[in-house]
Nanobody, 125 residues
Framework: QVQLLESGGGLVQAGGSLRLSCAAS????????MYWFRQAPGKEREFVAA????????YYTDSVKGRFTISRDNAKNTVYLQMNSLKPEDTAVYYC??????????????????WGQGTQVTVSS
């Protein structure tokens, strides 16, 4: 299991930007593909973005393409989610997750090797 801790959430106006960070424990961070999910009130947790262990591969859910960018710094054991042009519908608790497999989209807890506790992002209109 890998321990994950998100930060960087907050309240922002529509059209604004936020950068989320997720710090991981352990010395094998580069072996994990990293994921961002989000969960809005009353909705299921949904996939947002993923990045391969090397950082050479990324993919996104359609609703954030062109607005969000996932990146990682393996020297700092950290993955980031840069969120631009935020919309009220982006309001959710954002979670990072780690998995040995790259290419996942499922939010099933047991498919991942670790989850963060979440950070709230609120976008006002």
């Amino acid at each position: 299991q890998v321990q994950l801790l998100e930060s960087g959430g907050g309240l922002v106006q529509a059209g604004g930007s936020l950068r989320l960070s997720c710090a991981a424990s352990g010395r094998t961070f580069s072996m994990y593909a990293m994921y961002w999910f989000r969960q809005a009130p009353g909705k299921e947790r949904e996939f947002v973005a993923a990045i391969s262990g090397s950082g050479g591969g990324t993919y996104y859910t359609d609703s954030v393409k062109g607005r969000f960018t996932i990146s990682r710094d393996n020297a700092k054991n950290t993955v980031y989610l840069q969120m631009n042009s935020l919309k009220p519908e982006d309001t959710a608790v954002y979670y990072c997750a780690a998995a040995n497999n790259y290419g996942l989209r499922s939010s099933r807890i047991d498919e991942y090797d670790g989850w963060g506790q979440g950070t709230q992002v609120t976008v006002s209109s």
